[in-house]
């Protein structure tokens, strides 16, 4: 699967749109009920579901992932064709806008389960306070995979680095999106102030070729599709942005190469970028309620299946995925802390990965001599892995 599009011509486009109809159509029954009827009035349950209706209400678990432009959506649509287990068990991907709203839906939205976000927005939102405190109410399932910084700009723009970008119109994508919130931090850092605005990307290339943008910036996990739809003849290229030392706490080294986007990157010309992590998150339900159990049978239904969602034509970053992997700072769901522990055994699903992680280290991958800089040489091997496997 290349792209990250490969589902756009299946019947979930259409899926996708039915739920968005109907989510509009049950808030704006709730509005009206609650005219009628007073503010906190609930919604009525559907009449005659029967044992069926029941069942599939009981099995099936919402994430909540992003637009059509990025990454998530693709991995949630990948969890929902390797999980899906008729009327027993059902993921069902939601459109969503990635970043900072996933964390809200998560946190307030009835009906959400799950959702992917981003690690720098979990510890901004517990730093701001800007839903309250969170340490108690979102747990993490695991660490997912790095989304990559693209930068794109015209080649004739003479900009050569994120700081010539200062004062500049430069696209921050969707308002509440990751690529919004974490472009903000890293601009922030660097004590570069450009101008923001907020739109999609499709319509963000077209005004940075008319020269109404200085640039647009999408992080997502590589290759998404609007950027592999992208051709260095249209006047466009990736800008490099640099590994600073005011990011290396947070983020981590990567580029983009000719074999993630080659109608952007000439071959043996990497661009240098760097790179966030996405995890998978949850609300954190009392044991005994039925939305934890909903939720445990999700992670008991996901871990096995990982070598399964790392085989194509699954994203490749899929292969970037280690169940073991600590978000430092949060607690991991109990029901995912319980079955690593009782499956020890589970490691990331790399084929010879002890001598190809020391064959990283020979070609100048470094030494480690904190945890932190374990974990993050450890992911620093997975980008390099993922490009050198074939």
């Known amino acids: ?88 068990f059902r993921l069902l991907p939601v459109i969503g806008k990635g970043g900072g709203q996933n964390i809200n839906d998560v946190r307030f939205l009835k009906g959400i389960d799950l959702g992917i976000t981003q690690s720098i927005i979990l510890n901004e939102y517990r730093a701001s306070n800007t839903i309250g405190k969170i340490d108690d109410k979102i747990d993490y399932i695991t660490k997912l995979f790095n989304e990559e910084m693209h930068v794109v700009v015209r080649a004739d723009s003479g900009i050569a680095s994120l700081e010539q970008l200062d004062g500049k119109k430069v696209n921050f994508s969707d308002v509440g999106s990751g690529t919004q919130l974490s472009s903000r931090d890293v ?137 073991a992997a600590v978000l430092p700072g949060w607690n991991r769901f109990p029901a995912a802390t319980e079955w690593l522990k009782q499956h020890e055994q589970a490691k990331p699903v790399l084929a010879g990965t002890r001598q190809r992680f020391n064959q990283f280290l020979a070609q100048g991958g470094g030494n480690a001599a904190t945890d932190a800089d374990r974990d993050r040489l450890f992911q620093q091997f997975l980008n390099w892995q993922a490009r050198e496997r074939p």
Not at 24 to 46: E, V, Y
């Open 187 to 323: 601009f922030r850092r660097l004590g570069v102030h450009p101008i923001e605005v907020n739109m999609g990307q499709g319509d963000a290339v077209q005004k940075l070729k008319t020269g109404e943008l200085a640039a647009t910036i999408l992080i997502a996990g590589k290759p998404t599709g609007l950027m592999g739809k992208l051709r260095a003849e249209q006047g466009l290229r990736f800008l490099p942005v640099a590994f600073a030392k005011s990011l290396q706490a947070d983020y981590l080294p990567a580029v983009l190469s000719h074999t993630d986007y080659p109608g952007m990157v000439e071959e043996g010309h990497d661009v240098n970028t760097i790179a966030v992590s996405a995890v998978l998150i949850c609300f954190n339900w009392p044991r005994d309620s039925d939305r934890y159990r909903r939720i445990a049978e999700f992670v008991g239904r996901f871990f096995p299946k990982l070598a399964d969602l790392q085989k194509s034509p699954h994203h490749l970053k899929w292969r970037e995925t280690n169940l």
């Open 1 to 88: 699967m290349r792209g990250g599009l490969r589902w756009l011509t299946r019947p979930f486009q259409v899926i996708c749109v039915l739920v968005a109809v109907l989510l509009t159509a049950a808030f704006s029954l709730h509005s009206s009920f609650a005219g009628h009827s007073g503010a906190n009035a609930p919604i009525p349950d559907k009449p005659g579901l029967g044992s069926l209706g029941e069942r599939l209400n009981a099995n099936t678990v919402a994430l909540v992932s992003g637009n059509p432009n990025a990454t998530y959506l693709t991995i949630a649509y990948d969890l929902s064709d390797v999980l899906d287990d008729g009327d027993n």
